[in-house]
Protein backbone atom coordinates (compact mmCIF):
# COMPACT_ATOMS: atom_id res chain seq x y z
CA UNK A 1 0.00 0.00 0.00
CA UNK A 2 1.25 3.50 -1.17
CA UNK A 3 1.47 5.88 2.15
CA UNK A 4 2.92 9.27 2.79
CA UNK A 5 3.36 9.90 6.41
CA UNK A 6 4.22 13.60 7.07
CA UNK A 7 6.18 15.03 10.26
CA UNK A 8 3.89 16.27 12.81
CA UNK A 9 2.63 20.30 13.69
CA UNK A 10 5.11 22.65 14.20
CA UNK A 11 4.70 26.16 16.50
CA UNK A 12 7.65 28.31 15.46
CA UNK A 13 8.77 32.24 16.03
CA UNK A 14 9.46 34.19 13.23
CA UNK A 15 12.60 34.17 11.70
CA UNK A 16 13.08 30.72 13.13
CA UNK A 17 14.22 27.89 10.77
CA UNK A 18 12.03 24.65 9.84
CA UNK A 19 12.16 21.17 8.21
CA UNK A 20 9.05 19.03 7.95
CA UNK A 21 9.16 15.68 6.77
CA UNK A 22 7.38 13.29 4.14
CA UNK A 23 8.43 9.82 4.36
CA UNK A 24 6.97 7.71 1.21
CA UNK A 25 6.40 3.69 1.43
CA UNK A 26 4.90 1.08 -0.27
CA UNK A 27 6.42 1.71 -3.65
CA UNK A 28 10.02 2.57 -5.57
CA UNK A 29 10.51 6.00 -3.60
CA UNK A 30 13.34 7.18 -5.96
CA UNK A 31 11.30 6.74 -9.47
CA UNK A 32 8.21 8.78 -8.75
CA UNK A 33 8.40 13.01 -8.24
CA UNK A 34 7.09 14.04 -4.98
CA UNK A 35 5.74 17.40 -4.87
CA UNK A 36 4.94 19.93 -2.03
CA UNK A 37 1.53 22.14 -1.45
CA UNK A 38 0.67 24.98 0.70
CA UNK A 39 -2.55 25.89 1.88
CA UNK A 40 -2.90 28.62 3.96
CA UNK A 41 -5.64 28.74 6.43
CA UNK A 42 -9.25 29.16 4.81
CA UNK A 43 -7.47 29.32 1.67
CA UNK A 44 -7.28 27.22 -1.84
CA UNK A 45 -4.23 25.10 -2.66
CA UNK A 46 -1.08 26.33 -4.18
CA UNK A 47 1.99 24.06 -5.85
CA UNK A 48 5.21 24.78 -4.37
CA UNK A 49 8.00 22.84 -5.82
CA UNK A 50 8.28 19.03 -7.03
CA UNK A 51 11.87 16.34 -6.34
CA UNK A 52 12.79 13.33 -7.78
CA UNK A 53 14.47 11.84 -5.42
CA UNK A 54 16.14 9.56 -8.09
CA UNK A 55 18.81 12.17 -8.89
CA UNK A 56 17.39 15.48 -6.52
CA UNK A 57 16.34 17.09 -9.78
CA UNK A 58 14.31 19.92 -7.91
CA UNK A 59 11.65 22.74 -9.41
CA UNK A 60 10.18 25.76 -7.79
CA UNK A 61 7.06 27.26 -8.05
CA UNK A 62 8.11 31.28 -8.91
CA UNK A 63 6.50 32.09 -5.81
CA UNK A 64 8.45 29.57 -3.86
CA UNK A 65 11.70 30.02 -5.71
CA UNK A 66 14.23 31.19 -2.66
CA UNK A 67 11.22 31.12 0.07
CA UNK A 68 12.11 27.50 1.01
CA UNK A 69 14.65 24.62 0.00
CA UNK A 70 13.16 21.28 -1.29
CA UNK A 71 15.28 17.97 -0.86
CA UNK A 72 15.43 14.68 -0.30
CA UNK A 73 17.21 11.47 1.11
CA UNK A 74 16.40 8.63 -0.59
CA UNK A 75 18.16 6.40 1.53
CA UNK A 76 15.19 6.60 4.03
CA UNK A 77 12.27 7.35 1.64
CA UNK A 78 12.01 10.85 2.27
CA UNK A 79 11.63 14.40 1.14
CA UNK A 80 11.76 17.62 2.84
CA UNK A 81 10.65 21.17 2.58
CA UNK A 82 12.87 23.40 4.97
CA UNK A 83 12.42 27.39 5.89
CA UNK A 84 15.56 29.29 7.25
CA UNK A 85 13.77 32.52 8.21
CA UNK A 86 9.84 31.64 8.57
CA UNK A 87 7.00 34.68 8.81
CA UNK A 88 3.93 34.55 9.66
CA UNK A 89 2.73 34.29 6.33
CA UNK A 90 3.98 31.01 6.23
CA UNK A 91 1.59 29.66 8.63
CA UNK A 92 -0.21 27.21 6.16
CA UNK A 93 -0.95 23.27 6.03
CA UNK A 94 1.50 21.92 3.99
CA UNK A 95 0.54 18.44 2.11
CA UNK A 96 3.62 16.04 -0.14
CA UNK A 97 2.02 14.14 -3.06
CA UNK A 98 3.48 11.79 -5.58
CA UNK A 99 3.12 12.04 -9.36
CA UNK A 100 0.56 9.73 -10.54
CA UNK A 101 3.43 8.64 -13.47
CA UNK A 102 7.16 8.05 -12.95
CA UNK A 103 7.51 10.13 -15.78
CA UNK A 104 6.89 13.24 -17.88
CA UNK A 105 4.08 15.58 -16.08
CA UNK A 106 1.49 14.23 -14.29
CA UNK A 107 -1.35 14.67 -11.52
CA UNK A 108 -0.92 13.44 -7.53
CA UNK A 109 -2.08 9.96 -6.63
CA UNK A 110 -1.15 9.76 -3.17
CA UNK A 111 -0.86 12.46 -0.44
CA UNK A 112 0.24 12.65 2.84
CA UNK A 113 -2.09 13.89 5.63
CA UNK A 114 -0.78 17.65 5.73
CA UNK A 115 1.58 19.12 8.67
CA UNK A 116 0.73 22.09 10.01
CA UNK A 117 3.41 24.75 10.57
CA UNK A 118 2.26 27.61 12.75
CA UNK A 119 4.23 30.85 13.12
CA UNK A 120 3.39 33.41 15.45
CA UNK A 121 5.71 35.97 18.03
CA UNK B 1 2.46 30.46 -15.30
CA UNK B 2 -0.66 29.33 -16.29
CA UNK B 3 -3.53 30.49 -14.64
CA UNK B 4 -6.75 28.79 -14.08
CA UNK B 5 -10.21 30.15 -13.35
CA UNK B 6 -13.37 27.80 -11.63
CA UNK B 7 -16.72 28.71 -11.80
CA UNK B 8 -18.74 29.10 -9.35
CA UNK B 9 -16.84 29.69 -6.15
CA UNK B 10 -19.60 27.92 -3.98
CA UNK B 11 -22.51 26.30 -5.35
CA UNK B 12 -25.24 24.47 -3.35
CA UNK B 13 -27.66 22.05 -4.64
CA UNK B 14 -30.17 19.98 -3.21
CA UNK B 15 -29.50 15.68 -3.31
CA UNK B 16 -29.79 14.08 -6.41
CA UNK B 17 -29.18 17.79 -8.79
CA UNK B 18 -27.02 16.88 -11.29
CA UNK B 19 -23.91 19.69 -10.53
CA UNK B 20 -21.42 20.87 -13.23
CA UNK B 21 -18.06 22.84 -12.37
CA UNK B 22 -16.37 24.65 -15.20
CA UNK B 23 -12.17 25.33 -15.20
CA UNK B 24 -11.00 27.54 -17.71
CA UNK B 25 -7.42 27.83 -18.76
CA UNK B 26 -5.30 30.62 -19.83
CA UNK B 27 -3.78 29.14 -22.47
CA UNK B 28 -4.02 25.96 -24.18
CA UNK B 29 -3.29 22.58 -21.99
CA UNK B 30 -4.38 20.03 -24.25
CA UNK B 31 -6.00 17.21 -21.56
CA UNK B 32 -3.42 17.61 -18.99
CA UNK B 33 -5.75 18.21 -16.26
CA UNK B 34 -7.25 16.83 -12.60
CA UNK B 35 -9.48 17.62 -10.54
CA UNK B 36 -9.34 16.97 -6.55
CA UNK B 37 -12.23 16.57 -4.04
CA UNK B 38 -11.17 17.99 -0.53
CA UNK B 39 -13.42 17.22 2.38
CA UNK B 40 -13.18 19.76 5.45
CA UNK B 41 -9.79 18.69 7.77
CA UNK B 42 -8.89 16.14 5.08
CA UNK B 43 -6.02 16.05 2.46
CA UNK B 44 -6.90 16.18 -1.19
CA UNK B 45 -8.18 13.06 -3.28
CA UNK B 46 -7.50 12.71 -6.74
CA UNK B 47 -10.78 11.88 -8.89
CA UNK B 48 -10.05 12.25 -12.18
CA UNK B 49 -6.67 13.02 -14.84
CA UNK B 50 -6.31 13.77 -18.12
CA UNK B 51 -9.72 15.58 -18.09
CA UNK B 52 -11.51 12.83 -18.18
CA UNK B 53 -10.05 9.24 -16.92
CA UNK B 54 -11.41 8.04 -13.67
CA UNK B 55 -9.09 6.98 -11.00
CA UNK B 56 -9.28 3.92 -9.72
CA UNK B 57 -11.88 3.33 -6.77
CA UNK B 58 -13.36 6.70 -7.66
CA UNK B 59 -17.23 6.35 -8.32
CA UNK B 60 -18.65 6.69 -11.39
CA UNK B 61 -20.79 9.28 -10.57
CA UNK B 62 -18.37 11.36 -11.21
CA UNK B 63 -17.21 12.34 -14.82
CA UNK B 64 -14.98 14.99 -16.81
CA UNK B 65 -14.45 16.22 -20.02
CA UNK B 66 -12.75 19.09 -22.31
CA UNK B 67 -9.90 20.06 -23.60
CA UNK B 68 -7.53 22.93 -24.44
CA UNK B 69 -8.86 25.47 -22.25
CA UNK B 70 -12.07 24.60 -21.09
CA UNK B 71 -13.13 21.39 -18.92
CA UNK B 72 -15.81 20.54 -16.98
CA UNK B 73 -16.36 18.24 -13.94
CA UNK B 74 -19.92 16.75 -13.18
CA UNK B 75 -21.25 14.77 -10.51
CA UNK B 76 -24.47 12.91 -12.31
CA UNK B 77 -26.41 12.63 -8.39
CA UNK B 78 -25.39 14.77 -5.42
CA UNK B 79 -24.98 13.13 -2.25
CA UNK B 80 -24.49 14.70 1.05
CA UNK B 81 -21.02 13.08 1.20
CA UNK B 82 -20.24 14.99 -1.78
CA UNK B 83 -20.17 18.17 0.63
CA UNK B 84 -16.30 19.24 -0.71
CA UNK B 85 -14.34 21.61 -2.33
CA UNK B 86 -13.21 20.49 -5.74
CA UNK B 87 -10.18 22.01 -7.47
CA UNK B 88 -9.28 21.73 -10.43
CA UNK B 89 -5.02 21.80 -11.85
CA UNK B 90 -2.98 21.62 -14.89
CA UNK B 91 -0.07 19.84 -15.51
CA UNK B 92 0.74 20.97 -18.75
CA UNK B 93 4.66 21.69 -17.58
CA UNK B 94 6.58 21.24 -13.88
CA UNK B 95 4.77 24.83 -12.96
CA UNK B 96 1.72 22.99 -12.26
CA UNK B 97 -1.20 25.52 -10.87
CA UNK B 98 -4.64 24.81 -9.02
CA UNK B 99 -7.79 26.49 -9.81
CA UNK B 100 -9.04 28.56 -6.43
CA UNK B 101 -11.87 25.96 -5.83
CA UNK B 102 -15.35 25.65 -5.93
CA UNK B 103 -17.35 24.94 -2.52
CA UNK B 104 -20.14 22.14 -3.42
CA UNK B 105 -23.15 23.07 -0.48
CA UNK B 106 -26.27 20.68 0.20
CA UNK B 107 -29.72 22.60 0.36
Known amino acids: EVQLVQSGAEVKKPGESLKISCQGS????????IGWVRQMPGKGLEWMGI????????RYSPSSQGQVTISADKSISTAYLQWNNLKASDTAMYYC??????????????WGQGTLVTVSS | DIQMTQSPSTLSASVGDRVTITCRAS??????LAWYQQKPGKAPKLLIY???TLESGVPSKFSGSGSGTEFTLTISSLQPDDLATYYC?????????FGQGTKVEIK
Open chain 1, 97 to 110: ARQRVNSGWSSFDY
Open chain 1, 26 to 33: GYSFTNYW
Open chain 1, 51 to 58: IYPGDSDI
Open chain 2, 27 to 32: QSISNW
Open chain 2, 50 to 52: KAS
Open chain 2, 89 to 97: QQYKSYSRT
